[in-house]
C-alpha cells in the first residue's frame, strides 16, 4: 500500500517539480558541498558505526544490501 | 583459506582494473582511502572498532567505470553475554546475574563493480564479499539512474540481494527455543572441525528509490524511500536472556523482518556567506514494531577556496520492538514476558541518541599542470563526532546504562590521476 502511495508521490510532485534550472546556473548546484553525500565513504562508515547501535536503517543516499549483522 | 580467498579477489579485482586502464590513453582513476576509529565504554561493556577501506576506480572511458575495493573491521572490547533485568535481580539481590564476555573479531570485505553511461542514463552493478569468524556475506546490487529535466531531475532505483549465513551452536532436536543455548565461541565455525557448530542463512533483499531535484539555482531536495526484508537467523547467536528461574536461552528473534524508510532531505546554498546548510528527517517503520524519527543537520563553509568546515548535529529516536522487555522474568509492566520471542538486544529497546561532530576537508585543483606532477586533484579530510545514548528501559539487572557515549574519528584521503 505504501509503495503505491509513494509511486503517486513522486509522480505527482515531479510534474510540478521540473522547474528547470537553466546550464548558465547551475554552478553552484555542481559544488561539492551542494552534494547529499559529497564523501560517501566516510558517510558509508559513519553510517555503519551508527545503524549497529540502532534499531532502522535506510534513507540514505547509498545503494546497497546493507548486512543482516547481529 | 577465506582470507586467501578474499586477497586473490581484491587482487583479481585490481588486476582487471590495471588491465582495463593500460591501453586507454584518457581514462581516469580515483582512488580514496576512508579510516574510522569508533569507541565507546557504557557499563559492563566496551567497544573499539577501527574500519580502514580502500577503492580504486577506473574511467577507461566515458562510458564505462570500473571499482574493486576493500574493507575491514577490527573490533575489540566487551559484549553483554547474559541478560536479565530489575525482576529478577530484586529476586537474586547478592547474584551478579548479568555477564560480559571479551569480543575480538576481524570483518574483511572485498568488493567490486562496473557502471556503465549512455547520454542521461547510469547503470550500476556490483558485489561485494565478507568474511569474518562466524559470519559470511554475499551481496549483489544493482541500479539505474536517469537525468531528465535538463538535469534537474535525477531518478534512480536499486535492488540489493545478501546471501549470509551466521555460525550457530547445534541445538538438541527435542529441545523448544526457551531450553537453546548460546554460541560459547567461533572455534570451529565454518569448519567441520566442531560437531557443535552450525551456520544458519539470512536473505536480505533491499529495494530503494531516490529522487533528486533541483528547484533554484541554490535550493536542492532529495526524497528517498528503501523497503528491505530480513529472513532468517537474526539474533546474536552469543546472547542469552534470563526467562524465569534457572531458565536461561539464548536470544530468540523472529525470522521475518519487513522494513521501511522514508527520508527528505533539503539542501540550500548561502550565497553572502558561502555556505551550505542541508536538513534532513527520516521516518522508519518495520513489522517488529520498531518505529524511529532521525533529524540530521549540517552547515558546511568555505574558509578560502581550498578549505572548508562542517558542522553536524543529527538526533535519533526510536520506540521498543513489540517483545523487547527489560525482564522476562516478570514485574510489572512495561516489564513480564512478550510472547514466543525475547531479546537483549539494546538496539531493539526504546531509546534516543543526539550526534554532535565536526569535519575539515582541505581539496586542491591542479591549475597548471598536475599536483606533485601526478594527480588532477586531491581531497583530505578530517572528522570526529561525539554519539550520546540515552536508553528508557534497557537496564543491566536493573542498573541503567551509564557512560552510554561514543566517539568516532574519521579520516578519508582522495586523489584523482
Avoid at chain 1, 16 to 35: H, I, N, S, W, Y
Avoid at chain 2, 92 to 111: E, I, W, Y
Amino acid at each position: 500500500m505504501i509503495p503505491v502511495r509513494m509511486i503517486c508521490i513522486v509522480i505527482a510532485a515531479s510534474t510540478f517539480g521540473c522547474v528547470t534550472v537553466k546550464p548558465q546556473e547551475r554552478a553552484v548546484l555542481a559544488d561539492p558541498v551542494m552534494q547529499f553525500e559529497g564523501d560517501p565513504h566516510a558517510a558509508a562508515q559513519l553510517r555503519h558505526a551508527l545503524e549497529n547501535r540502532e534499531g532502522a536503517y535506510g534513507g540514505s543516499s547509498a545503494v546497497g544490501g546493507g548486512c543482516g549483522c547481529n | 583459506m577465506q582470507l586467501s580467498r578474499l586477497v586473490a579477489l581484491v587482487g583479481a579485482g585490481i588486476a582487471a582494473l590495471v588491465a582495463t586502464a593500460a591501453p586507454a590513453r584518457a581514462e581516469v582513476v580515483t582512488f580514496d582511502t576512508t579510516h574510522t576509529l569508533f569507541h565507546e565504554s557504557p557499563t559492563r561493556t566496551k567497544m573499539t572498532v577501527y574500519t580502514p577501506g580502500a577503492d580504486l576506480e577506473v574511467a577507461p572511458t566515458d562510458w564505462l567505470k570500473i571499482r574493486a575495493g576493500w574493507e575491514a573491521d577490527v573490533v575489540s572490547g566487551a559484549s553483554i553475554a547474559v541478560k536479565a533485568g530489575p525482576a529478577y535481580q530484586n529476586t537474586h539481590p547478592g547474584a551478579d546475574v548479568v555477564t560480559a564476555a571479551s569480543v575480538h573479531d576481524l570483518r574483511n570485505m572485498a568488493r567490486g563493480g562496473f557502471t556503465l553511461k549512455k547520454e542521461n542514463v547510469e547503470l550500476t552493478g556490483g558485489y561485494a564479499y565478507s568474511t569474518e569468524n562466524d559470519y559470511k556475506s554475499n551481496s549483489f546490487n544493482v541500479a539505474a539512474r536517469t537525468d531528465t529535466y535538463e538535469h534537474n531531475s535525477q531518478f534512480e532505483i536499486s535492488y540489493a540481494r545478501n546471501f549470509d549465513r551466521v555460525c550457530d551452536r547445534v541445538q538438541s532436536a527435542n529441545d523448544a527455543p526457551a531450553r537453546w543455548r548460546a554460541l560459547e565461541d567461533s572455534n570451529g565455525c565454518f569448519t567441520k572441525s566442531n560437531p557443535l557448530r552450525t551456520t544458519r542463512d539470512i536473505g536480505v533483499d533491499g529495494f530503494q528509490g531516490t529522487w533528486s531535484q533541483a528547484w533554484t539555482p541554490i535550493f536542492v531536495t532529495q526524497l528517498v524511500y528503501t523497503a528491505q526484508v530480513n529472513s532468517g537467523f537474526q539474533s546474536s547467536p552469543y546472547r542469552s536472556v534470563i526467562l524465569g528461574e534457572g531458565l536461561k536461552a539464548q536470544e530468540h528473534e523472529p525470522e521475518n523482518r519487513a522494513r521501511e524508510a522514508l527520508a527528505v532531505r533539503g539542501n540550500l546554498f548561502l550565497k553572502p556567506i558561502k555556505a551550505a546548510a542541508r536538513l534532513g528527517v527520516r521516518g522508519y517503520y518495520d513489522t517488529w514494531d520498531v518505529r524511529s524519527l532521525t533529524v540530521e543537520a549540517e552547515f558546511e563553509k568555505y574558509l578560502g577556496e581550498s578549505l572548508r568546515v562542517m558542522a553536524r548535529g543529527r538526533y535519533y529516536k526510536q520506540s521498543g520492538a513489540l517483545f523487547w522487555s527489560d525482564d522476562y522474568t516478570g514485574g510489572d509492566r512495561p516489564l513480564g514476558p512478550k510472547g514466543q520471542y525475547w531479546t537483549g538486544d539494546r538496539e531493539l529497546s526504546p531509546f534516543s541518541s543526539w550526534l554532535v561532530g565536526a569535519r575539515v576537508m582541505y581539496t586542491a585543483q591542479a591549475k597548471n599542470g598536475r599536483i606533485l606532477g601526478i594527480m588532477e586533484s586531491f581531497r583530505a579530510g578530517l572528522s570526529g563526532d561525539m554519539l550520546v545514548l540515552s536508553y528508557d528501559e534497557f537496564t543491566l539487572g536493573g542498573q541503567p546504562i551509564g557512560n552510554a557515549r561514543a566517539y568516532i574519528l574519521g579520516i578519508t584521503v582522495s586523489a584523482l590521476f
